[in-house]
Nanobody, 126 residues
Framework: EVHLVESGGGVVQAGGSLVLSCTASGFSTGFTFDDYAIGWFRQAPGKAREGVSGIGSSRDSEWSGRSVKGRTTISRDNAKNTVYLQMNSLLPEDTAVYFC???????????????WGQGTQVTVSS
């Protein structure tokens, strides 16, 4: 499994912005970061895990969840083994633990990913 570390979470006021980072290491033999799709998911207390956004291995595909559409930008820096998720116009309902996940064939469903980070808390105050 790929080792993933999320960072950038914190407390932000409603209407503000955050940039979350996901840095990967420990790739399987013959694979590099470029070979992995990265997805961001979130989970709020008492709620199911929800897809936020994701980017394909060759940057030719991106997706975003319905609840954040138009408010997120995802990008990847393969030289730094890092994916960035910028979130704008944050709402209190965006409060959750945000996880990144990696898989060569990952898409918009959490079940498509084999490697997960520990998560970073995002709290949006009203």
């Amino acid at each position: 499994e790929v080792h993933l570390v999320e960072s950038g979470g914190g407390v932000v006021q409603a209407g503000g912005s955050l940039v979350l980072s996901c840095t990967a290491s420990g790739f399987s033999t013959g694979f590099t970061f470029d070979d992995y799709a990265i997805g961001w998911f979130r989970q709020a207390p008492g709620k199911a895990r929800e897809g936020v956004s994701g980017i394909g291995s060759s940057r030719d595909s991106e997706w975003s969840g319905r609840s954040v559409k138009g408010r997120t930008t995802i990008s990847r820096d393969n030289a730094k083994n890092t994916v960035y998720l910028q979130m704008n116009s944050l709402l209190p309902e965006d409060t959750a633990v945000y996880f990144c996940a990696a898989d060569p064939f990952g898409g918009s469903q959490s079940g498509q990913y084999n490697s997960w980070g520990q998560g970073t808390q995002v709290t949006v105050s009203s």
